[in-house]
């Protein structure tokens, strides 16, 4: 499976942003796909995921900011990400699996940068 994000940028405190990824290659054992989020010395930390048939989790520090949405059809995953804040800051990655918190692929990193 391959996974190719897209997205990012650089906005102030209180904007919105949308992350997209696409999977493409053997898509077939793709239940989950989701977005983690790595800051500067810190552990990457799990953001958002959603199963196929639109099961969703987020990360506590999202909750009620971030909205996750999948296109099956198009084999995309997107993260709405609203009421940024600068603690958000990181780049974040899209991944894949057939459960959830597996680490069967993941894509290139897109940098979130909120400026406050």
């Known amino acids: 499976v391959q996974l190719q994000a897209s997205g990012g940028g650089l906005l102030q405190a209180g904007g919105s942003l949308r992350l997209s990824c696409a999977a493409s290659g053997s898509i077939f054992s793709i239940n989950v796909m989701g977005w983690y989020r790595q800051a500067p010395g810190k552990e990457r930390e799990f953001v958002a995921g959603?199963?196929?048939?639109?099961?969703?989790k987020y990360g506590n520090s999202v909750k009620g900011r971030f909205a996750i949405s999948r296109d099956n059809a198009k084999n995309t995953v997107y993260l709405q990400m609203n009421s940024l804040k600068p603690e958000d800051t990181a780049d974040y990655y899209c991944?894949?699996?057939?459960?959830?918190?597996?680490?069967?692929?993941w894509g290139q990193g897109t940098q979130v940068t909120v400026s406050s």
């Open positions: 991944n894949a699996g057939s459960m959830w918190f597996s680490s069967a692929a």
């Open positions: 959603i199963t196929s048939a639109g099961d969703t």
